[in-house]
């Protein structure tokens, strides 16, 4: 799919981010062309500049959701990669969430959910919903406070 983009003709075909070049400096190709876009790193994610820089995963999605504010920074304007890999781009591994919601695959992914309370001599299960943390309780099998933790995932991290 193709789209005109800050006057720049883009698309993205074969998981690549292609420019198409029809003028050098002011005069026209005689053989205009597609190109893949250079790309670089930025905070572990891809970006390229269309004018100035954007990461490629919201370019990918505006492409594919052309009435989406790819210019709207506000925190329930996030593109989320469902599956936690900042490098899947697929159009079917992104969708818009709150910055909040954002930050789900982070704790899914990294975080156990429960720490050891050596006051209690117990591993107390926990998780951040609206930046609070509810207390889900002590265990004293670490895999239960686990276990606790991703049922608890199923309640209050539905998107």
Not at 75 to 84: E, K, L, P, Q, V
Not at 99 to 105: A, D, I, L, R, V
Not at 146 to 159: F, G, P, Q, S, V
């Amino acid at each position: 799919m193709e789209v005109v983009f800050n006057g720049t003709k883009i698309k993205y075909e074969d998981g690549e981010l292609w420019r198409w070049y029809c003028r050098s400096g002011n005069r026209d190709l005689k053989k205009p062309y597609w190109k893949i876009m250079k790309q670089w790193n930025r905070n572990g994610y891809k970006s390229v500049n269309i004018g100035k820089p954007y990461f490629v995963h919201r370019v990918i999605y505006y492409i594919h959701n052309q009435d989406w504010n790819i210019d709207d920074s506000r925190r329930d304007n996030s593109i989320d990669h469902i599956d936690g890999d900042k490098h899947n781009n697929s159009i079917e591994n992104l969708r818009v969430v709150t910055n909040s919601q954002n930050s789900w695959n982070t704790y899914h992914t990294k975080c156990k959910g429960y720490s050891w309370n050596k006051k209690a001599k117990k591993f107390k299960a926990y998780i951040g919903v609206n930046s609070k943390l509810i207390h889900l309780g002590s265990f004293d099998l670490a895999e239960d406070a686990h276990n606790a933790y991703l049922d608890a995932k199923n309640i209050y991290h539905i998107i």
